[in-house]
C-alpha cells in the first residue's frame, strides 16, 4: 500500500499535534571561520575558481597526509565551552568510509565516538519561555568538495549527462552540533525548532568562529522528526530532512514533516527511514536516499592522526576568553536600558540591539538610541529592503544627530533631513548640515528681524497675544518656521514672540 | 661456502659500484673521482644488469647525471657538503618524487607524474644524493617476493630464478646486483627486512614515526614506517641519519632528535660486546624456520658469545597470534587507504564511455587496475570493519596488538635488544608460494611482530645458509627509539663476519657479468 501525499494528503497541524506528539533532533553543521582548512594550509575562502584551493592533501593525491589545524580544535573547544559541554581530555578523528566522487579520499575524516565536546545544553527564548535544548556532541569534521550535475531536468546526479566537481570546499573545517532529542515541545516543535537554530547561529557570531551564513552554507541545519502516539514514550521512525537553508526554513520543514507524517499514520501507514529535501519554494520535503537499509560506513580511527588532548590549562585559558553569551548580554542590556520585552523583542527581531548598544556608547540616551532605529531608520530599512544593519549609517553617526538635536542645533524634522543625507552618502552628520545649510537659526537679529515681519503682517494675531490668547502665538511661530524655511527653533521663536510683544505667557 | 650460484667476486678497487656508499663519498668528496663519474657508473650497471634484475621500474638517467653536476659543481665551489653527497640511490617506487613516474607498483597509477615530492624524497635531494630511478615493488607493498608487482617480477641476484623478497625486492636486489649502493624501502610486516635478508643486504626499519610517512603511498598506515637499505651496516646508518626526523606534514612522525646511529656503528665496529644483553625470542626460533637458517642464527649466537654479550632468552607468547591480528589490521587500514584510487583526479581510468555513471567508472577502474592480492586485502579489511564485525576483528587485532607491545616491553626489561631470524626462510623460487597467499603470508613470521610494536628492527646478513647456499638475515629488533642500541650491536656483528670473512655477505654476491648471463 502506497502513502503518496497523492492518496492521504497532509493532516491538520492542529489536529496532527492533538493525535501525535513530534520528537525532534537537529543537526546543525558550522563552517568555521579559520583561514586555511582542516587539515591542510589551503585557504578556505568561498567562491573563487573551481580547484583554486587545493593541494595533494585536500585533493587526496598518493602519499598525501593530514595534519590538524590548531585553531579549528581551539574553534571546536569554544563552541562546547558555549554550549556548556564537556570537553574530552582524549579523543580522536575517525574514517567515515563511503565513496562519492566529491569526497577526495573516499572517506571522510570526522570525530565518531570520541567526539571533542558532551553533554551540553542551550537555553532557548521561544516567545518568552525559556526551553533548554539539550546537547548531545560537537564534533569535528571536514567537509566535501561539490558536484555540479550538468545536463538533465533536476540538477541531480541521476539523468545527468556530466558532473564537474570542485575540490576547493573539501577540507573546509565543520563542527556538527547534535542535539539530544527535543520531547515535549508539542504544538511549539517547529518555533522551538527555529529559535535554537536562531540561538545558536548568534552563539557561533558571538564567538567570532563562524560567519554563519546559511544561505552560503557555512551553517545547515539538518531536521530530523518522527511523531508518537500522544503521551507513547517509545519514538517513531524519523526523516532526515536536509537543504533547510534559512530559519524560516527550519520552522516550515518541521512543520511541513508533522502534517505529512501524521497523515500517513494516521491512514495506517508506516513512516519509511529516509533523507528528505526541503524544497524552499513549495514549503515541502521530497523524498531522497533512502536508509531504509542502514549504511555501513566501517567508522575506525583515522590512523593518519595522533590523538587530541587538549590540556587542561588550555581549556580553561579559552573558557576565560569567551565573550558574555548573547542571551545573558540582552538581559543586562534590558536591565540598564529600561526597556520592556515586546520593546526588546522588536528591537532584536529587527537586528537592533547591537546599534543601540553603539549608539548609545557614543553617547545618546537608549530611548533616544531605539528611537532613532526603531522607528525612522526601522522605515527607511524597510522600504529599502534591507536590514538594519545594512543602511549606510553607523551608531556614532545617529549619536552625532542626537548631540545636535539636544544641543538645539538640529529640529527633529532638520534631523530627520540630515539623517536623509547620511544615508544618501553626503558625508557625517556635520558635512551634511554644512553642505544643506540646514542649521537651525540660532542667531537672536536675524530671528528677531523674522518675527517683526510675522507680527507686522498680522497685526490682529497680535493684538489678540497681547489681549492674553496665548494659544494664538502658534500662527506666528508657524510663520516664521516657513519664512526661515523651518530652520529656527520653535521654542526660541516663540520666546521671541512673547518678548516683542511684552507678553508673559504663565501670567 | 658452496652455493648453487655463486661466482668469484669480480671485484677490482677501481669498479666504482662495488664501494659502500661511505667509499664513495670519501673519493667523491676528495676529488678522486666525480659524482657524474659515480653516477654514470651505476647507470652503466643497471643498463647491463638490469634486463635480467628488473629492480627498476623506471630509470632517471637524465635527472641522476643533472643531480650529480651539482654535486660536483658545489664541491668545486668549496661549498660544504653531506656526509653521503653525491652518492646514488634507488628509491622505492611508493615514494612520489615530483615528476617522476610512481606507480607503487600498480597498473592503477601507470603514467601517474607527482606534483610533489615527499618529504623523504626532499631530504634526500637536499643532502646532495643521486636518485637513479624508481624501484621494482609488490603492488601497494603486498607481498613478500616483488611476483605481485603489476610489473613483473624483480630476480635475486644471487639465483635469479630465485624471488628476491618483497615487498620492497627491487631495492633490494639494486643493491645485491651493485646497481646502487643505498636504497631506500618502506616496511609494514617485513618489507625492508625480509628482502634484506633473502638478498644478503642490511635494511632498517626505524622506530614508527622515526622517518616522515609524508608522500609515501600508504598501505597500512599505523604500520608503515621507510627506512635504510644498503649492503653494510655503516651505509644503512649514514642513510638513516639523512632520511631520519620530525615532519609537522606527517603528525604520527615522532618529535626526537635523530638517533646517532653513525656514531653508534662506529662504537660497534670499535667495541666488543660486554656488558649488552642479547635476548633470544623463544617463538621465533621453531621448526617453522628452514634447518639452514636456524644453523646460520644459531651459529650469530655463538658469535655474539664470543663478543661478549650475555644471551638470555626471552618468552614473548603473544607474538603466536601476530600474523592473525597483522592480517586483520593491515587490510583494515588499505582497505580505507586505497579507496582513493578511484579515476575521479589521477590515475588509471577505464569504463568512461560517456553513458557511464560515476560509480561504473569507479568499478570498472578498481576492477582493472587492482591486482588479485590487493583486491584480496581490500575485501578482507572491508569485511573486518562492517557493523557487526568490527569488535570481533579489528578491535580483537587492535588486543592483540597491545599484548604483543606489552611482550616487548617485558622483555626489553631482560635484554637490550632481541635477535631472531629475519626471514624464515632463504630466497624461494619464483612461482612457488605465488597462488598460496598463507604460505606467502608465513616469510613475514618473524618481522610482523616488531611492526606491530612499531619498534627498531633491522636485517644483517648472517652469512649463507648451509642447505641451499642462499643468504640469511639476521634480525636485531631495539626497543622504542633504541635505533643506536641496535645499530651498534648490529656493527659489532658485521665487523666479527668481516674479520672472519674478508668481506661483507654482499661481496660475495654473484657478478652478474651479463655475457655470462644465460636468460
New interface residues.
Partial sequence: MSFDLDTVGLMDYDQAIETFDPVMGLEVHVELGTATKMFCACPTDFGGEPNTHVCPVCLALPGAMPAVNRLAVEYAIKIGLALNCEIAEWCRFARKNYFYPDMPKNFQTSQYDEPIAFNGYLDVDVDGEIVRIEIERAHMEEDTGKSLHVGGATGRIHGAEYSLLDYNRAGVPLVEIVTKPIIGTKAAAPAVARAYVGALRDLLLSLGVSDVRMDQGSLRCDVNLSLTPAGNPVFGTRTETKNVNSLRSVERAARYEVTRQAAILAAGGTIKQETRHFEEQSGTTRAGRSKETAEDYRYFPEPDLVPIAPAREWVEELRATLPELPWIRRARLQADWGFTDPEMRDLLAAGGIDLVAETVAAGATPAEAKSWWSAYLGQKANAAGQSLTELPITPVQVAEVVALVNSGALNAKLARQVIDGVLAGEGDPAAVVAARGLAVVSDDSALQQAVDDALAAAPDVADRIRSGKVQAVGAVVGAVMKATRGQADAARVRELVFTTLGVDPEA | MSSPSSSSASSSSTDLTRMTAADLATRIHSGEVSSVEVAQAHLDRIGAVDGDVHAFLHVSGESALSQAAAVDAARANGDTLGPLAGVPLALKDV??QKGVP?T?GSKI?EG?L???D?TVTTKLIEAGIVILGKTNMDEFAMGSSTENSAYGPTRNPWDLDRIPGGSGGGSAAALAAFEAPLAIGTDTGGSIRQPASVTGTVGAKPTYGGVS??????L???LDQVGPCARTVLDTALLHEVIAGHD?????SIPQPVPQVVAAVRRGQNEDLSGVRIGVVKQLHSDAYQSGVLSSFDQAVEKFTALGAEIVEVDCPHFEAALAAYYLILP??C??NL????A???GLRVGDTGGA???EV?MATRGAGFGPEVKRRIILG?YA???GY?DAY?GSAQKVRTLIRQDFEKAYLAADVLISPASPVTAFPIGEKVNDPMAMYLNDLATIPGSLAGIPAMSVPSGLAADTGLPVGLQIMGPALGEEQMYRVAAAFEAAYVAEHGGVVADSAPALATAEVTR
Avoid at chain 2, 213 to 218: F, S
Avoid at chain 2, 339 to 342: E, L
Wanted: charged letters at 20%; hydrophobic letters at 40%.
Fill in positions: 615514494l612520489v610512481t607503487a597509477l601517474w607527482p606534483p610533489y615527499a610517512r609524508y608522500g609515501v603511498i600508504a597500512a598506515s599505523s609537522p606534514r606527517d603528525s604520527t583494515s587500514e582497505s580505507s579507496a582513493r584510487f578511484d575521479m583526479r589521477y555513471s560515476a560509480e569507479m572491508a570493519l562492517s557493523a568490527y579489528y
